[in-house]
């Protein structure tokens, strides 16, 4: 399904992948199949200060902050969204930025489509896209400008 829209929520675990449009709602979970855990506060923070990290890059370091971040999985998602205009990522952590590093990084064009990072807490799939509509309600208001929400 080619969208104008799509909402990705996402934590380390999984993501839910919402693409829509006035009519149609598809959704996809992609599941990490990374099973790390954190270990502590991330490099490159103020944790670094305290002996946690072994880099102030702003990696993650198996020494202090969470192992490496799933990059498969960051890929993963971001191969859902190939193809949408407009992104909205949101989730409870780390997560949503690490994923929009990774769209710096690796996947440009996805990059290039998210308007915005938020945080939230577990909603429900029609209370994401609800959020979603919302947003891009106001955005596309605002001549498609963030900072004006």
């Not at 990705?8 to 009519?23: G, K, P, S």
């Not at 710096?104 to 938020?118: F, G, M, N, S």
Request: with cysteine.
């Amino acid at each position: 399904m080619s969208t104008f829209h799509a909402v990705v929520w996402l934590d380390r675990r999984e993501a839910h992948v919402l693409m829509f449009d006035r009519e149609h709602i598809e959704s996809e979970r992609i599941k990490s199949r990374s099973h790390h855990k954190s270990k502590g506060g991330h490099v490159g923070s103020h944790h670094d200060m305290h002996g946690r990290g072994a880099s102030v890059s702003g990696s993650h370091s198996p020494e202090g902050g969470h192992d490496s971040s799933d990059e498969n999985f960051y890929h993963e998602v971001a191969q859902a969204l190939v193809g949408v205009h407009e992104i909205l990522v949101t989730g409870p952590a780390q997560a949503k930025d690490e994923f929009r590093a990774h769209c710096k990084r690796h996947d440009p064009a996805v990059d290039k489509a998210i308007v915005d990072v938020v945080s939230s807490d577990h909603p429900s799939d029609g209370q994401l896209v609800a959020l979603a509509r919302q947003y891009f309600h106001k955005y596309d208001l605002n001549a498609g400008d963030p900072t004006q929400l």
